[in-house]
């Protein structure tokens, strides 16, 4: 989608202004590029994971379960914590359950909530994982970058994803 056009274009924008403000060519190629990036750098680790019958999501998802008390967490939150909606999550658990990865538990007191917990296997599957997947980000993204290079771009993003944090309510 082109964002940069005539000084004529007029539409409605989310800043409530009546011209659109246009992306420069400048911004508009930063801004393709940082698409193609993560939609690359997507593709290439989901790639990585392949060999140990996990797809991206299943890797975050074991990850977030990981590093949660008891190795269990809310299905609601989870679905928060990697940006799923309810029923995405819901099958996305249900395959990771044929696996023997995760369980679903019964919350205490709720009886319609449900946790997610890690399995042992999940356990062992993860501590497997993920010294590949880490050495894969090293590879494909920290190791082209300088230490300056990511301080500064850690700087930059840092305020956008607490901004987009706070619209989903989770600043």
């Known amino acids: 989608m082109d964002m940069h056009s005539p000084d004529t274009a007029v539409s409605s924008s989310p800043l409530g202004e009546e011209e659109t403000p ?3 060519a400048k911004e508009q190629q930063f801004w393709r590029a ?3 990036v993560a939609k690359l750098l997507d593709y290439q680790l989901g790639r990585e994971l392949q060999p140990h ?3 991206s999501n299943d890797y975050e998802i ?7 008390p008891d190795r269990r967490m809310r ?15 819901s099958h996305q658990i249900t395959r990771m359950e044929s696996a023997g990865l995760v369980l679903r538990q019964d919350c205490p007191g709720d009886r319609r909530g449900l946790y997610a917990h890690l399995t042992e ?7 497997k994982v993920a010294p590949d997947h880490v050495r894969s980000v090293r590879h494909h993204f920290i190791d082209r970058l300088s230490p300056e290079q990511i301080d500064a771009m850690y700087a930059a993003l840092a305020p956008i994803a607490e901004h987009l944090r706070a619209l989903r309510g989770r600043a």
């Open 22 to 24: 246009w992306l420069s």
């Open 121 to 127: 296997l999940g356990w062992e599957t993860m501590q």
């Open 53 to 55: 019958n996990l797809a």
């Open 62 to 68: 074991l990850v977030v379960l990981s590093e949660s």
């Open 75 to 89: 299905m609601t939150d989870l679905a928060t914590a990697t940006l799923q909606s309810k029923s995405r999550l």
């Open 34 to 36: 940082h698409l193609e």
